[in-house]
């Protein structure tokens, strides 16, 4: 069974601190992802990799950064935190390709619940 | 106006009832997707198809290409397959999920 685990399942903050949320998934996919989930708004893609060190922003970049040095790990970074990124995160993986992405089924971590205060 | 709209956005049924939750989308697509959500957020792939239809236990899911269009059926419901049921589409040539934004379905016994 692929596991995707992330590092806490709630998680609160206050304004201006610097968040990390990591992921790691256990079944060497290459493709990583993370999202957003909000009331009334979906799913929404915050940014991928297709590789080890690639990163590609999605729909809603602005305020978030990632890192990915090693192919089991995806983090996701909040520089500056703001009241308006409180949400749930969720992150994925794929089998995907190395260098591309893919359309494959995407398995789910169990999400984190961050709110900013 | 989305590239995914579902159908309904709310439902609820009586244990054993047939239920479909439909999924039409406006682009063309190399995979759509149907994924489940229970309370406390864990979301579980489905089905990933692209033509046709395919089964699993009681759950079905059917695609029509032509039509752009996709439902999810459930037979015999059960009050453990309440859930948000949640479709996305994989573009043609694109590099991520289209999401729509969700069926609530309880199912009561």
């Known amino acids: 069974d692929v596991k995707v685990t992330q590092s806490s399942r709630y998680l609160v903050k206050r304004t201006g601190e610097k968040v990390f949320l990591e992921c790691v998934q256990d079944m060497d996919h290459e493709n990583m992802f993370w999202y957003r989930q909000d009331p009334g708004l979906g799913l929404r893609l915050i940014y991928f990799?297709?590789?080890?060190?690639?990163?590609e922003k999605g729909d809603i970049p602005e305020g978030y950064s990632v890192s990915r040095e090693k192919k089991e790990r995806f983090s996701l970074i909040l520089e500056s935190a703001s009241t308006n990124q409180t949400s749930m995160y969720l992150c994925?993986?794929?089998?995907?390709?190395?260098?591309?992405?893919?359309?494959?089924?995407?398995?789910f971590g169990p999400g984190t619940r961050l709110t900013v205060l | 106006k989305n590239e995914v709209e579902q159908s309904p956005q709310n439902l609820t049924a009586q244990e054993g009832e047939f239920i479909t939750i439909n999924c039409s989308y406006s682009v063309g697509i190399s995979a759509l997707h149907w994924l489940q959500q229970h309370p406390g957020g864990g979301i579980v792939s489905l089905f990933m198809?692209?033509?046709g239809k395919k089964k699993h236990g009681r759950l079905i899911a059917t695609i029509n290409i032509q039509e752009k269009h996709s439902s999810l059926h459930i037979t015999a419901s059960h009050p453990r397959d309440s859930a948000v049921y949640i479709c996305?589409?994989?573009?043609?040539?694109?590099?991520?999920?289209?999401f729509g934004e969700g069926t609530q379905l309880t199912v009561n016994p």
């Open positions: 198809l692209s033509s």
């Open positions: 994925a993986s794929s089998l995907g390709l190395a260098g591309a992405p893919r359309a494959d089924t995407q398995y």
């Open positions: 996305a589409v994989w573009k043609g040539g694109g590099s991520r999920l289209t």
């Open positions: 990799s297709y590789d080890v060190k690639m990163k």
